[in-house]
Every structure is written in structure tokens, then in C-alpha cells.
């Protein structure tokens, strides 16, 4: 915004507002598929440059040999947020995808990351 950066990778919920209103302008996102809260903006792969997939991802964890029974119910208890209507909104606004998956589609997920 201040003209001293010539490119910046930032996130969707952070650089939006700012393309938005003109002040820097977004060349594409990260993501496989536009994104429907900015689909004005083309994927990486429009511009050239495929199979380019990235970007930030945000999880709960737990300390290790914390009991089952617990980790079910913060699973339960995030998924369940989640899947408020006020959450998933909010979120899609900023661009976010919600998963919500199992512990074990996460540990897979890091994994492969």
C-alpha cells in the first residue's frame, strides 16, 4: 500500500479489504478454484503457473496422552461451532473454507502437508 512492496503472498481475509478498495491489487489466489467470495480474482493456474495449490490452515491440537474422551468432545464441540450458521458465514466472508473433519482426516492432512 505504501508502494515499497512489489509482491506480497498474503492471505485472502487479510489482502481482500485492501484489493477491495483499490489500495493493492491481488493477481490471483492459491487456491485450485476461485474463490466465491472474490471470484473477480484468477487462480494461479489461470495465470500460468499449474498444479499451484497453497495456503493457510488453521487447526485445534491437544497435548499428547490427553484422553479419548476428551478429544471426542472438543472434536464434537468444534464441530458443532463450526456448523453455526453465524460461524460459517463469518468465516466464508473472510474466504475461508471450513472443514471440520475427523482427528484422524487432521493427522492425514498435516501429514501430507
Known sequence: MGGQVQVLFDTLAQ????A???RVR????????R???APEIPTMDEQGYTGWET????GLFARAGT???VLERLHLETVKALNAAEVRDKLAA??????GNSPAEFSAFIRAD
Open 26 to 33: 491481488a493477481l490471483a489466489v492459491t487456491t485450485l478454484k
Open 94 to 99: 473472510l474466504g475461508a473454507n471450513v472443514v
Open 35 to 37: 474463490q466465491p467470495v
Open 15 to 18: 489482502a481482500l479489504p485492501h
Open 55 to 58: 495456503g493457510p490452515w488453521f
Open 20 to 22: 477491495k478498495a483499490g
Open 67 to 69: 484422553p479419548e474422551p
